[in-house]
């Protein structure tokens, strides 16, 4: 699933007919004063300005000023640009027009195993939220449209009538064509209001997630996505990311601050189920990280410097199952080369290191493991015969 | 018995490389089973016409391969299943194109990263042709002593170790690839091993979920127990979880949930596989999806590394109740044959070889010239005639003989456009030819004539030195046996109208002061011949020998050295002729003597 920003996702919906507020995304306050010169509604309207970042609860940190005018939004972003939260930096601010209206609604549509599913409320804005069952619901078969009965329907069970019914009835159908064409798996509008100029609904807040794996059909798509946890991508983090969008099988790395124990096992499913013995035991996760589908061994080695470059770690977990075609010998190569070069720049001091594994080539890759402890690393081998995680409760040992 | 793969599948696999891998390794399994291979077809239209070679035992079987599965299950009535390895792009219409066939009834896709909606839509088409879609992202699936499809399973010896050559009694059902053979692995530990296991893959919507699988195992009486391996995300254990509680069911249900550190993760953060994400308000989490099996009366083991012994004990209990009995092992199974490679590491076969060499070897990081490393000697300050000595004489020679061969290349690189060696060489550039066969063109002329005197020069000097022949004697050594003396003789240049190249080499190698006895017998001779005719001196290959031979080159080696040097100057001529882009050119009449007789008549055929 990808996130994608407020900017680009209002820019989705404009395309498949959905009325959105004028808005303009800036990275300069030059940039934000040219563009009120050029644009009449920045001057005639009330403006909103919002970091345009991938940051939760931007209203308590300041980062969102409503009912501004222009030279009001100039300042904002003036005070808003460069300001670090976090890891973050803001660095994109999002002025769009206030909306004047009075009723707020709801509309979101959502992927099911089936299909999807169309989410409509007579109530819209914090209200939805502590209102629930007031969302109706239709679900739709993967390829089926709604027809036009059945979103009357959905309108009418949802408390809408008269021309309100048809307009929200119209709003929902875009919102579908725009999740279907758009490979979405997600598109939720909050609130959706009648704007008092022209009597049409408007999508204020959109909240927009992608299908990732279907970037290659969308030629379009010319934003970045965003980080789905609230901060940016580390150094690190990138870093392994350009590798793992070079390679064939997988590379992957989320450092966690404040934990102790790092991680390096092999595959997504076990990868989870290390991570999970380590915090039933007590342990505090340093990072989450994988490698899968047989990469090549310089991949494996960059990740492993990654890992072993996390502050204040006192173990690491090589984990993983028995591979059905991930060459062990040749992804502990990897692995091997990267404890090398953390050891030579004077890394991993008091670091025990825990290795478990199975697979092509098993005996081999356990046996240059275990050599290791001839070059003074701390260094624990175990293959299959033992349990899974069991070397993690061993590390974890009081 | 078992489930979805068994004795009548037979497969065709849609897909390039890691099609043809996947059908080795299904290979392997036959052979373990003694059971011919199970892929009886490929569709790659890239390749379409020709065969992919399969290792079965010691043997290799060639699988054709087609450009459609209509073309395939034409000439394969047999297949029933297709394996899916095409790119994400493109692998829907694949997938698509698979289950419209009406042979085939199982559709099972390894590609990873297929959007969510072509996996929904394929999904959606073969429960409506009553078939089964399976993946994406699926490890394969593979059914104990029946049939494998995919990599399921692994090595070799990991199919022998997790007893997969023949059937056990558990069900086993994963997202994860590599945690379905680590299941595998432990029923065969810790009971008698699988009847099927199925990998679903790792995305959000499974074209086939638990619960589809959960009911096929129902209904097949071998099977007595399920382990499904879950994870947090999406609804698939919770509708497991729903079936199992639905009534009273004939099979076990075992299973455990991975995603329990996600309730002590910063706040959305989430990994693992793309299916593995926790919806709103808790759903889909670890701790809801455990419960909901354990209410269900799934056994759920706390942690992973307790599911061991939970299947242990449900094993336990069915040798009790006599519903299995402790498997009978065959006595002996079939091994693999090893490939030459590995038998010989293992000291178990000795190979006479085939060719033997002296000077090099480029097993390691680098290649080894007569075993120093090539960066060594660069690093080191050697030169090109070192590595020249090296290779063609074992030796590192000195400074001084490196300078003399420098020089002897220098001089003898390239002597024009007329002679043979470039001529051929411009010749054949101008007809388009390319760069190594032009060079060859000219290289091919390189003989007795032209260039390939040096060798016999330096033979026939040292003959003479050697036996300490007198300059007369030699002579008529040579005119009794063998003719003019190579080395001797030029075509143009003479007494009045001297080599330069032959002057400035003599005077160079006479500077250093070193004993050159062959060049003083060549330059001697040489007094001898040019009274007798002032063309007959001693010429650049006579010279270049006598000298090379005086430094220790072996005679066998010396034509080499203007083969190597005139070949600087025949790229040269090549690169020229085509950067002029020049036009084929053909001999004019008038440079010809038409020697044949005149145009007559053909006489009948007799």
């Known amino acids: 699933m990808a996130k994608v920003l407020e900017g680009p996702g209002m820019g989705l ?115 939805v939220e502590s209102n629930w069952d007031r969302v109706k619901r239709l679900c739709l078969e993967v390829g089926q449209a709604p027809s036009a009965g059945q979103l009357e329907k959905l309108l009418k069970d949802a408390g809408f009538t008269g021309p309100l019914a048809k307009k929200m009835g119209d709003f929902a159908g875009k919102m579908f064509t725009c999740f279907d064409s758009e490979d979405a798996q997600y598109l939720e509008v909050n609130p959706v209001v009648t704007r008092e100029s022209d009597g049409e609904l408007v999508a204020l807040d959109a909240v927009t997630l992608l299908d990732g794996d279907a970037k290659f059909r969308h030629p379009d798509w010319n934003f970045q996505f965003a980080a789905e946890f609230g901060r940016s991508y580390s150094k690190d983090e990138v870093e392994v990311m350009a590798v793992d969008s070079k390679i064939k099988g997988s590379v992957k790395f989320i450092e966690i601050p404040g934990g102790d124990t790092a991680m390096l096992p092999a595959g997504g499913g076990a990868s989870v189920y290390y991570s999970d013995a380590v915090v039933a035991r007590g342990g505090k996760l340093a990072n989450y990280a994988e490698y899968s589908g047989d990469p090549p061994d310089w991949a494996v080695e960059v990740l492993t410097e990654k890992v072993c470059s996390l502050p204040g770690i006192k173990n690491i977990i090589v984990g993983g199952a028995i591979a059905n075609f991930t060459d062990v010998k040749k992804t502990f190569g990897g692995i091997i080369n990267g404890f090398r070069k953390a050891k030579g720049d004077g890394k991993l001091k008091g670091v025990k290191i825990w290795v478990r594994r199975g697979g092509p080539r098993e005996k081999e890759g356990l046996d240059a493991m275990r050599a290791l402890k001839d070059e003074g690393f701390d260094i624990n081998v175990f293959d299959r015969n033992t349990p899974l995680t069991d070397i993690v409760d061993k590390a974890l040992q009081k | 018995m078992s489930i979805l793969a068994n004795k009548d599948t037979r497969v065709v696999i849609q897909g390039g490389a890691a099609g043809v891998n996947a059908a080795r390794r299904m290979a392997e399994f ?249 919806g709103m308000k808790g759903e889909g989490s670890a701790r809801s999806k455990s419960d909901a099996l354990k209410k269900s009366g799934a056994i759920v083991p706390a942690t992973f590394g307790a599911l061991g012994p939970a299947i242990k004990e449900a094993y336990q209990e069915l040798l009790k109740s006599g519903q299995v009995k402790e498997p009978v092992e065959p006595a002996v199974l079939p091994r693999l044959p090893k490939s030459v490679e590995e038998a010989m590491k293992a000291d178990e076969v000795m190979v006479a070889p085939l060719i033997r060499t002296t000077i090099s070897d480029d097993r390691g990081d680098e290649p080894c010239y007569v075993g120093y490393p090539a960066s060594e000697l660069i690093n080191k300050g050697y030169e090109i005639p070192h590595v020249i000595g090296l290779l063609w004489d074992k030796r590192l020679i000195s400074k001084q003989d490196a300078e003399i061969i420098k020089r002897i290349m220098m001089l003898s690189a390239d002597h024009g456009p007329c002679v043979s060696g470039a001529y051929g060489t411009i010749l054949a550039a101008c007809a388009g030819i390319g760069l190594s066969q032009s060079v060859a063109a000219g290289l091919i002329m390189i003989g007795p004539r032209f260039g390939g005197a040096v060798t016999d020069a330096g033979r026939f000097f040292k003959y003479a030195v050697d036996n300490k022949m007198s300059v007369d004697e030699f002579l008529t050594y040579m005119k009794m046996n063998h003719g003019p003396v190579p080395g001797i003789g030029h075509r143009v240049k003479s007494l009045r109208n001297p080599d330069k190249r032959v002057k400035e080499l003599v005077g160079y190698v006479k500077s250093l002061n070193i004993k050159t006895p062959c060049l003083d017998f060549a330059l001697a001779v040489e007094q001898v011949t040019a009274v007798k005719k002032d063309n007959l001196i001693l010429n650049v290959d006579g010279t270049m020998a006598a000298v090379l031979v005086d430094i220790g080159f072996p005679v066998d080696s010396l034509n080499g050295f203007f083969i190597l040097s005139r070949t600087i100057g025949l790229i040269g001529h090549w690169v020229d002729q085509k950067r002029q882009d020049s036009r084929l050119i053909r001999l004019f009449d008038y440079l010809v003597n038409y020697a044949a007789p005149k145009r007559r008549e053909v006489p009948p055929l007799k």
């Open chain 1, 13 to 127: 919906m404009k395309k498949w007919g959905i009325h959105v507020p004028n808005y303009v995304v800036v990275t300069s306050v030059d940039e934000l004063t040219k563009l009120g010169q050029a644009n009449d509604w920045m001057k005639t309207s009330k403006l909103v300005a919002k970091a345009h970042e991938a940051l939760g609860s931007r209203f308590k940190l300041g980062l969102v000023k409503v009912g501004l005018d222009l030279n009001g939004a100039i300042a904002a972003t003036k005070e808003m640009i460069g300001r670090q939260v976090g890891s973050i930096t803001v660095s994109q601010v999002i002025v769009s027009e206030m909306v004047p209206h009075k009723e707020e609604y709801y509309c979101a549509v959502k992927s099911t195993r089936e299909g999807s599913e169309i989410l409509v409320a007579n109530c819209g804005g914090i209200e």
């Open chain 2, 30 to 278: 036959c052979y373990l089973i003694k059971r011919p291979l199970t892929v009886e077809a490929f569709v790659y239209p890239p390749d379409a016409g020709k065969t992919n070679e399969v290792p079965y035992g010691s043997g290799l079987i060639a699988i054709p391969i087609y450009k459609t599965i209509a073309e395939a299950t034409k000439n394969h009535p047999a297949i029933n299943t297709s394996l899916v390895y095409i790119g994400a792009d493109r692998a829907m219409k694949g997938g698509m194109e698979a289950l419209d066939d009406p042979n085939i009834k199982v559709v099972s896709m390894i590609t990873e990263g297929v959007p969510e909606k072509d996996a929904k839509l394929l999904g959606a088409h073969a429960r409506k042709l009553g078939k089964v879609f399976n993946g994406p992202s699926s490890i394969g699936i593979i059914s104990a002593g029946a049939c494998r499809l995919g990599v399921i399973g692994g090595a070799f010896d990991n199919l022998v170790l997790s007893k997969l050559y023949r059937e056990g009694s558990f069900g086993v059902i994963t997202k994860s690839g590599g945690l379905s053979n680590e299941i595998i692995w432990i029923c065969s530990q810790f009971a008698d091993g699988i009847t099927t296991a199925i990998g679903i893959g790792g995305d959000a919507y499974p074209g086939t979920d638990y619960v589809s699988y959960l009911e096929m195992f129902e209904n097949d009486p071998q099977t007595k127990a399920v382990v499904i391996v879950g994870e947090m995300g999406g609804d698939l254990e919770e509708r497991a979880a729903e079936w199992y509680g639905a009534k009273k069911r004939r099979v076990k249900l075992i299973g455990v949930v991975s995603g329990f550190c996600q309730e002590s993760l910063p706040k959305g953060m989430k990994f693992g596989h793309a299916g593995a994400k926790e």
